[in-house]
């Protein structure tokens, strides 16, 4: 996909939280925005290109504040990932556009509301947010709770990350997050089979598709990730597995 085409899927899907950055004074609200979408589905623009729209509106802000004799700052913003992603570099959330912006890498929740506290971050924006899988004492994700304390503190929160796993399912905390989520751009990328529309990761262990069961962790096999259509992606199972019990459920 061109940079243009990402621009303008971007503006499309994004359209009514972007108007939602801009500020007014003593207008400050939480807003939780998830991101979600297959790889390669420009996930990583949409953040990058916040975090300029963000900047960009808080200058906006700032400058005719100022013109109104009104003293103001602007937002601390800051990006973030989750410290599992080893693409690329560990300072930088780097698009496949090749667009990228300064970040920093976190191993838990914990350590990212801590950042986020200390330095008062006003705006948080959170790449490969599925990642963020560690539980509280309650059995909720931590990620979830954590969102829901900076929002009642007034927080804008941005996160992006995969909506499913290889087996198609909800990814750690991401259902949860899309839940409680006030705005939630969704993003398709082009099945590496056939070139239809693509909602699924589809992973591979030397060149052939995962089986349902296969550790997250492989040591020695050379595993790689493809985006595919529903009608591309692979999964192998064993025979007591729930598709083949609608086999036999057929047959009855
Ligand atoms: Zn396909």
């Known amino acids: 996909m061109t940079k243009s085409n990402l621009y303008r899927q971007y503006q499309k899907t994004a359209k009514i939280p972007y108007q939602l950055y801009n500020r007014r004074p003593g207008t400050d609200y939480g807003w939780l925005e998830v991101v979600t979408g297959n790889m390669f589905s420009g996930k990583s623009e949409h953040l990058i290109m916040s975090y300029f729209d963000i900047l960009q509106a808080d200058r906006f802000y700032v400058r ?3 013109r109104e004799g009104i003293d103001v700052i602007p937002r601390n913003v800051k990006a973030y990932k ?4 080893k693409r690329y570099a560990e300072s930088s959330i780097i698009a496949h556009s090749g667009m990228s912006i300064p970040c920093t890498a976190v191993d838990s929740v914990d350590r990212l509301v801590l950042d986020i506290l200390t330095e008062d971050i006003h705006v948080a924006l959170i790449d490969e947010v599925q990642f963020f899988q560690e539980k509280s004492e309650s059995g909720q994700y931590a990620i979830v709770e954590a969102a829901l304390h900076l929002l009642a503190d007034k927080r804008f929160i941005i ?3 995969l909506d499913k796993d ?3 399912l909800p990814f750690g905390p991401i259902a949860d997050l899309l839940a409680i989520a006030d705005a939630k751009p969704y993003y398709v990328s082009t099945c590496a089979v056939c070139g239809a529309p693509a909602t699924l990761p589809q992973r591979l262990i030397d060149g052939k598709p995962a089986r349902y069961d296969d550790p997250v962790v492989l040591v020695g096999a050379a595993e790689s990730y493809e985006p595919r259509c529903r009608s591309c992606h692979q ?3 064993d025979e007591d597995s729930y598709i083949n019990k609608m086999e036999d459920l057929k047959a009855l």
């Open 159 to 161: 996160m992006a990350g």
């Open 82 to 85: 989750h410290s599992a992603d």
């Open 64 to 66: 005719s504040a100022q």
């Open 235 to 237: 999964i192998l199972t």
């Open 166 to 168: 290889f087996r198609g």
